[in-house]
């Protein structure tokens, strides 16, 4: 696992404040030459996924970071939001495990997000309700 570099916690820190379910980064930089860095969210309903994602366009925006693509962020899905170096890939359950990003980029290296202290919940604890 490798350390979160500074320049990229402006692009995070907006996921932490819509509660997703999950958080991924993986460093793909040796991997592929279109960007440095993959982020994978998931969201618990295609409308947190819309919710999550317009939120991250707009707190972005309001750094002077603008998005140079997305897409889907109005079918609730798996919306893809561009910023060049760094992707973000924000999924409905099921969808991410359809698309197992991760599993793509198996070979990737993960970054560390601890400083956003994430409460990581288990699939069972949530099946479960608890």
Known sequence: MIALEEEYTPYLSPIFDRKPK??????????????????IVEAGSSRQVTSLSEHIIKSLKGLKIKATGTEGVKAG??????????????????????????????????????????????????????
Do not use: C
């Open 77 to 130: 899905q798996w919306a893809l939001l561009d910023f060049g170096h760094l992707i973000i890939h924000v999924f409905e359950t099921e969808a991410k495990r359809f698309y197992d990003l991760e599993g793509l980029w198996s070979d990737a290296e993960p970054v560390d997000l601890s400083q956003f202290n994430i409460q990581a919940q288990t699939d069972e604890e949530d099946d479960n309700g608890f």
């Open 22 to 39: 999950s958080v991924t980064a993986l460093m793909v930089s040796e991997l592929t030459s279109y960007t440095d860095m993959v982020v």
